[in-house]
């Protein structure tokens, strides 16, 4: 069954350095999503991508975050200047359709900032 | 943002006797409902969803129940196996791209 990957599965990073979270979705999907959960807490969503361009951002996904999809392939995130409170797991997902289609998730990244 | 909410945080459930679990929530321009597991250090799996013109949705041994006019997802999964044993989520949308999240199910299947 096809699948959403994700690399690196942890990424260990000095506070104020960048880093870029990378996802393989399932190869025909269109609509792309990043969330995180922070230990403890629910997965809340960030961001949505759709036709090369943001669809939807939550108030999380702040100048600090960008997306693109560089190639037919490869969809990232990327944290400008990391902090803190930026430690979390990450899941990128993919799904066919933008609405009542289930949404596919990756297994993760763990993000730790030091 | 409490839209979603499951207020049991774990279960624990006999092998071969039902599952539920439950989720209330509170905007009512929710359309789109689903059900998602979780594994240790993996991803949330897809398991069953159900859009608000319906009342039930049945995919084997999982069932999702909708009350609207009580706000309130149940997902049944009978008979109950030890590999359900896992950390379920719901989550709902209103026609955008985002999902909501509750907090989590704890479920543990006693062999």
């Known amino acids: 069954e096809p699948e959403v990957t994700q690399t690196p599965s942890h990424q260990v990073t000095q506070m104020g350095q960048e880093v870029i979270l990378r996802c393989v979705p399932i190869?025909?999907?269109?609509?792309f999503y990043w969330y995180r959960q922070i230990l403890g807490q629910k997965v809340e969503f960030l961001v949505s991508f759709y036709n090369n361009e943001i669809s939807e951002k939550s108030e999380i996904f702040d100048d600090q975050f960008s997306v693109e999809r560089p190639d037919g392939s490869n969809f990232t995130l990327k944290i400008r200047s990391t902090k803190l409170e930026d430690s979390a797991m990450y899941f990128c997902?993919?799904?066919?359709?933008?609405?009542?289609?289930?949404?596919?998730f990756g297994d993760g990244t763990r993000l730790s900032i030091l | 943002d409490q839209q979603v909410k499951q207020n049991s945080p774990s279960l624990s459930v006999q092998e071969g006797r039902i599952s539920i679990l439950n989720c209330d929530y509170t905007?009512?321009?929710?359309?789109?409902f689903l059900w998602y597991k979780k594994y240790p250090a993996e991803g949330p799996t897809f398991l069953i969803s159900?859009?608000?013109?319906?009342d039930k949705n049945e995919d084997g041994r999982f069932t999702v129940f909708l009350n609207k006019s009580a706000k309130h997802l149940s997902l049944h999964i009978v008979p109950s196996q030890p590999g359900d044993s896992a950390v379920y989520f719901c989550?709902?949308?209103?026609?955008?791209?985002?999902?909501?999240f509750g907090t989590g199910t704890r479920l543990k299947v006693l062999a």
């Open positions: 997902a993919s799904a066919l359709t933008g609405s009542n289609q289930p949404q596919h």
């Open positions: 159900i859009s608000s013109i319906k």
């Open positions: 989550a709902a949308s209103e026609g955008t791209y985002k999902y909501i």
């Open positions: 905007n009512s321009m929710f359309d789109y």
């Open positions: 190869s025909n999907h269109l609509y």
